[in-house]
């Protein structure tokens, strides 16, 4: 028995490899990104007495291809024409009551005058291209409503003067580096009642506003003088 081969048509072979690359397409996740929420703080720093505003910007993000899947955040405010962008190499996670959040606490303008006010826009993408976007309004007027916080420290003794609802004083060790952060027990008293640990060497004072979406940051005192 003689079997005549015939070859393979090559549209049919096409339709076939076509078929295959969609069905291997459709069987990957095509989630995509989502902000759940977004969230815009200002932040004084003294700066040798004359401060500088910067923001702190966070949002929770959901993919469900993983967080890993996330590549880029970015902050517009599109009325002044401004951007600034964070990768997953340089943006930082905090995890708060089992969520990830990704931001920075650095959001500020090339020449530190003030930042703008009114409609931010927060722009999530992944590494597929997907993007999701929020929008966060922030309309804290653009004079400070307080005097800046003091943090004073005197022999063994230190003193706070803030008309902020809230304080932490932060522990640093004598590079610099941050150990951590203590709720005062009073707003002054002796430097032993605060606990800090033997590696301390200077403390500033963390006054905020969490109503507000306000806070500042004193400039760093030795706990030696």
């Known amino acids: 028995m003689f079997f005549i081969h015939r070859p393979f048509p090559r549209s049919l072979a096409y339709w076939l490899l076509s078929l295959f690359a969609l069905l291997l397409f459709l069987s990957c996740s095509q989630a995509e990104p989502e902000i759940r929420y977004g969230s815009l703080e200002l932040v004084y720093y003294e700066n040798g007495g004359n401060p500088v505003e910067q923001f ?8 469900d291809d993983g967080i890993e899947d996330l590549e880029e955040l970015w902050l517009y405010h599109d009325w002044d024409g401004l951007s600034w962008q964070l990768t997953s190499k340089d943006w930082i996670s905090q995890t708060i009551d089992g969520n ?36 966060l309004a922030f309309d804290v007027p653009p004079d400070r409503e307080r005097e800046f916080p003091l943090l004073t420290i005197t022999g063994n003794r230190y003193r706070i003067d803030s008309r902020y609802p809230e304080q932490n004083l932060l522990a640093y060790d004598n590079e610099g580096n ?11 008293g002796e430097i032993s009642a605060l606990g800090l640990p033997s590696q301390a060497e200077s403390l500033s004072l963390w006054s905020r506003d969490p109503a507000r979406s306000v806070s500042a940051f004193t400039d760093i005192v030795p706990l030696r003088n």
Not at 114 to 121: E, N, V, Y
């Open 178 to 188: 941050y150990l951590l952060s203590i709720p005062p027990p009073a707003a002054e």
């Open 56 to 63: 702190s910007f966070f949002v929770l993000p959901r993919d």
């Open 100 to 135: 990830t959040w990704i931001g920075t606490r650095a959001i500020a303008r090339e020449d530190d005058t003030p930042l703008p006010r009114g409609q931010f826009r927060a722009v999530l993408v992944d590494k597929g291209g997907s993007r999701a976007e929020q929008f």
